[in-house]
């Protein structure tokens, strides 16, 4: 069974920093892209940040110069380090892998559960 696994959230006071791990595991081959998304209270999920197997990354421009991704493809990790935290970064962050594939079939998209991330001002 393939399922992605967050780890990491919890309650920082703002200026912090917090770091999120997402571990895919089941017998994977390889990920093609592996992020975060998040979504906060009366909001849509929107993107944070992602990085392709190659090691391209993306990240939203309300989070660039404070949040860090990175992964490492032998583990099927991502990582997300997040620096001066402000209140509103609190959400749910959610992992996302696209172009998952096993030895049996690749998935288009997978999410993880999801970890509650709060920021106290």
């Known amino acids: 069974q393939v399922q992605l696994v967050e780890s990491g959230g919890g309650l920082v006071q703002a200026g912090g920093s917090l770091r999120l791990s997402c571990l895919a595991s089941?017998?994977?081959?390889?990920?093609?892209?592996m992020g975060w998304y998040r979504q906060g209270l009366g909001k849509q999920r929107e993107l944070v940040a992602r990085?392709?197997?190659?090691?391209?990354?993306s990240a939203a421009d309300s989070v660039k110069g404070r949040f860090t991704v990175s992964r490492d493809n032998a583990k099927n990790t991502v990582y997300l380090q997040m620096n001066s935290l402000k209140p509103e970064d609190t959400a749910v962050y959610y992992c996302?892998?696209?172009?998952?594939?096993?030895?049996?079939?690749?998935?288009?998209?997978?999410w993880g559960q999801g970890t509650l991330v709060t920021v106290s001002s």
């Open positions: 990085m392709t197997r190659g090691g391209s990354s």
């Open positions: 996302n892998a696209k172009g998952l594939t096993t030895a049996t079939m690749t998935f288009l998209e997978l």
């Open positions: 089941g017998n994977i081959f390889s990920i093609n892209e």
